[in-house]
């Protein structure tokens, strides 16, 4: 897609530090990591977000993370957080499908993001209900 940074970096238009490169997807250092070695894995072909990616793209997307964590593990971090966002309301910035790979180590400053809101009584049954019919 023209404009788009990632089908750019996927063309080689621009420069990017690849990690891992196959004939579907990409995984490359993000520029500005949370963390030294931060990556993202992309498709080559362009789609938006998670709800546009087929399903065998996203399965093969997820075979590139597990690998490249392993990768990462080269780098000795504490931990590694998985991480896809998508639309504008969670933070999505570049609207070229991708799923963050990030090293964490003990004490980076980076906040979890449980128990910000609570289930009312009955809540879960009836939201769960909502979902699996739409599933
Ligand atoms: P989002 O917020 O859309 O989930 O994340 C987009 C990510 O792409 C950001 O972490 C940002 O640092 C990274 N990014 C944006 N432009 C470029 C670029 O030109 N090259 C690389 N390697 N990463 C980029
Ligand atoms: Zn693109």
Known sequence: MENCIFCKIVKEEIPATKLYEDSEALAFLDINPINIGHTLVIPKKHFKNILETPEDIMAHMMKIVKKVSHGLEALKPDGINI??????????????????????????????????????????????KKIISAL
């Not at 809101?117 to 809540?123: A, D, L, N």
């Open 83 to 128: 991480k896809m966002n998508n639309k504008e309301a969670a933070g999505q910035d570049v609207f070229h499908s991708h799923i963050h790979i990030m090293p964490r180590y003990k004490g980076d400053g980076f906040e979890p993001w449980h128990s910000k809101t609570k289930y009312k009584e009955g809540q879960k049954e009836e939201i769960a």
